[in-house]
């Protein structure tokens, strides 16, 4: 009888971890204010989890040791007067004619400009500091309730160090027919962001929300980590659109959660076409019976950019309804993960989740990876899921170009009949624009 | 020159060779018909004239407008006012009928101009309508998405609409195996004929004689093994509904 050959599993001598450590000491956090328990407390979670590795399931695609972790820096006090100032472009309304307000979250400053009648309709909608200052209450019964610091290194580390972010309160029974606007601006070499969005839209009320971060491209490494907390409570809705176009020089990280609750809805949308690496962690957590959450992303690399979403459909009651479609395209040496969960507890009966990812690999050096899961614990529930990952195939082409299209215009109509399903699900012109534009620059982009 | 002049085409696919030296020339203001048992090398005709990627030209030019159009780009050979109606079209997911036609449009456009801007929308969609009226299609058929989901019938239709939009000087159409579907024959055969004119050469491939019947060739050829072995008017393609191929296949052997 043959023996059985004898594996032996060689650990090269490289670790799997990042031997580089954040520079951050406890003077950085900022120990005041209602959340300076909170702080201090996510401080020492920091300091005690490790950095990420790829033998953690969550990271075994994301490679963290090129990041000059000990370069970072925060930045100074007012720092943004002497650092590229935010695009008008940013600052231009995108889901509607004009937005009732808007924040600019600036490197070291922060510009707030707001509608006199939101404030009358009790709707608040302000910069961190200020709400820590003026609404202590409402900040607490948001921050950490949502996202907690335990999460994860980065979970903690944003939760410490936040500068900047956003509160956005919108009071019972409030429908707010413009959307609101804040940009996170980052541009600057070596700086370190640190952000928290906290949004609680109470019974009845309804609210469009757009979040966009953006930098320029520089010279050295950069990084963003950042945490989204948001409350839906009863019958409330929830229109929200995320963008991100960091320069290929951020290193950028999320921890994102929307809780909603009973007869309540979130249509989340994703536009990610930035950043050198992301890994965001976008959850759903479905509490409330007939709880109705969308998720929409759109994401397209090029030249070595890495993006990892990963994301969870939780079902935590009965009658609730979960549809997430991740479509993305890749050029150059990029390369996405998608990794998503669909989880329906015990008891919550009469779910119907969806996830479906598909990708366009347009070079023959990018990589997409596309892992769905289900984990279901009731037993009169529909769930399904997709996954694809696919070419620009030659015959659809063929048959472009063989109306007069050049090649590049017959790959420009293909790509966009690829998004065109994410198209369909975005109510609002602006951000489909801004899509198709981001579709052209990256088709054109060299790498 | 208004004519296709096909001159001694070799053709091969994975290294064997399907066309052997096929000489055929189309005026404008004529239809030719190529007809022949199936694997005889009509949509490799077809394809190769149309340069799709896959056919290997190893002899032989394609001469148009004192070109050789075997040295073009398929979409440079479109826009020089060639055309080909596919057997099977592709689908297109995500990209309407409309947007598709303005975007073939547009490239003709930009190949006269680089500076052009596109066609305005409001006179694209004059003329689509009005090309879908002449064709009996319903506007709504413009917002589809191209031949995804469409019936077969529904193809040809949006093919001979490309066809109205693009007003090509050669059309060639490879309805090989289509004879089956007799809806299907007439929607091509009536487009074909409201387009028809003194402008436009005509190249219709088929097997079945039937699609004659509908499309009034003024030439007939057939083709056996890769070389096209006889020409006639329009009597050749009754007598080989009468008699089959196997009496020019003697012939061919014969001689």
């Not at chain 1, 090649?407 to 369909?424: S, T, Y």
């Not at chain 2, 290294?15 to 190529?34: F, P, Q, S």
């Not at chain 2, 006639?232 to 014969?254: D, K």
């Amino acid at each position: 009888m043959q023996e059985k050959p004898k594996v032996v599993i060689r650990r090269g001598s490289r670790p799997t971890v990042a031997e580089k450590t954040f520079a951050f000491g406890r003077a950085d956090v900022r120990a005041e204010g209602p959340l300076r328990e909170y702080r201090e407390r996510a401080w020492e979670l920091f300091e005690r989890l490790p950095m990420p590795s790829l033998e953690d399931e969550a990271w075994r695609r994301t490679d963290l040791r090129p990041m000059p972790a000990d370069t970072f820096r925060l930045p100074s006090a007012e720092a943004y007067l002497d650092l590229a100032p935010v695009p008008e472009a940013l600052l231009r309304p995108l889901v509607a004619e004009r937005h009732a307000a808007q924040i600019v979250l600036l490197p070291g400053g922060v510009r707030v400009e707001a509608d006199e009648a939101l404030s009358k309709q009790g709707v608040i909608f302000t910069d961190l500091q200020t709400a820590e200052a003026r609404y202590p209450e409402l900040v607490q019964r948001i921050a950490g309730q949502v996202v907690r610091p335990e999460e994860g290194k980065f979970a903690a580390m944003a939760a410490a160090l936040a500068q900047s972010g956003v509160l956005l309160y919108v009071p019972k029974g409030v429908r707010l027919e413009q959307p609101l606007h804040s940009v996170l601006w980052g541009p600057g070499n070596g700086l370190a962001y640190f952000s928290h969005i906290l949004v609680l839209v109470d019974e009845g009320a309804e609210v469009t929300y757009v979040h966009e971060a953006a930098s320029p491209t520089e010279n050295a490494d950069s990084l963003h980590v950042g945490l989204v907390e948001i409350l839906l409570e009863q019958n409330a809705h929830l229109r929200f659109v995320e963008l991100q176009s960091w320069g290929q020089h951020v290193w950028n990280f999320s921890h994102e959660r929307v809780r909603v609750g009973r007869d309540a809805s979130v249509d989340w949308i994703f536009g990610a076409v930035g950043s050198r690496l992301t890994k965001n962690f976008s959850e759903l957590d479905l509490v409330g019976e007939g709880a109705t959450g969308r998720m929409s992303g759109f994401y397209f690399t090029n030249d070595h950019q890495h993006l990892d979403h990963d994301t969870q459909q939780n079902h935590l009651a009965p009658h609730t309804t979960s549809d997430l479609l991740f479509k993305g395209a890749l050029k150059g040496k990029s390369r996405s993960v998608w990794q998503g969960m669909i989880y329906v507890a015990p008891g919550a009966q009469k779910t119907d989740g969806y996830q479906a990812n598909r990708n366009l690999v347009l070079s023959d050096e990018a990589r997409a990876d596309s892992i769905p899961g289900l984990e279901i614990c009731a037993d009169d529930v529909r769930c399904t899921h997709g996954a694809t990952v696919g070419k620009l195939e030659e015959e659809p082409l063929f048959y472009l170009r063989s109306r007069g299209i050049p090649r590049p215009e017959a790959e420009k109509l293909l790509v966009e009949g690829f998004f065109d399903p994410i198209m369909q699900r975005i109510p609002f012109e602006g951000v489909r624009e801004r899509f198709q534009k981001a579709i052209e620059e990256k088709l054109a982009s060299e790498n | 020159m208004d004519q296709l002049e096909i001159r001694n085409l070799h053709v091969s696919v994975n290294d064997r060779e399907i066309l052997k030296g096929v000489n055929l020339t189309v005026r404008k203001g004529e239809i030719h018909a190529i007809m022949g048992p199936n694997g005889t090398g009509k949509s490799t005709l077809a394809y190769t004239l149309m340069g799709h990627p896959a056919y290997t030209v190893t002899e032989g030019e394609v001469i148009f407008k004192g070109q050789n159009i075997l040295e073009l780009e398929p979409d440079e050979r479109s826009r020089l006012g060639i055309f080909l109606a596919f057997q099977y079209p592709v689908a297109i997911p995500g990209v309407t009928v409309a947007n598709f036609l303005r975007s073939a449009v547009n490239a003709r456009r930009r190949a006269v101009d680089p500076q052009d801007k596109g066609i305005p929308i409001p006179e694209f969609r004059k003329m689509l309508l009005e090309k879908m009226k002449l064709l009996k299609m319903d506007p709504s058929f413009a917002g589809r998405y191209l031949n995804d989901g469409f019936s077969g019938g529904e193809k040809k239709r949006a093919e001979i609409l490309q066809m109205a939009v693009l007003q090509p000087e050669i059309a060639i159409l490879d309805e090989t195996d289509s004879g089956l579907d007799i809806d299907a024959l007439r929607i091509v055969a009536d487009g074909v004929n409201a387009l028809m004119g003194p402008n436009l050469g005509v190249l219709v491939i088929t097997h079945y004689q039937r699609l004659l019947n509908y499309i009034k060739p003024h030439f007939v050829h057939v083709m056996l093994d890769g070389r096209i072995v006889e020409s006639g008017g329009p009597e050749l393609a009754l007598a080989l509904e009468e008699h089959g191929y196997s009496w020019l296949r003697e012939e061919v052997q014969e001689a």
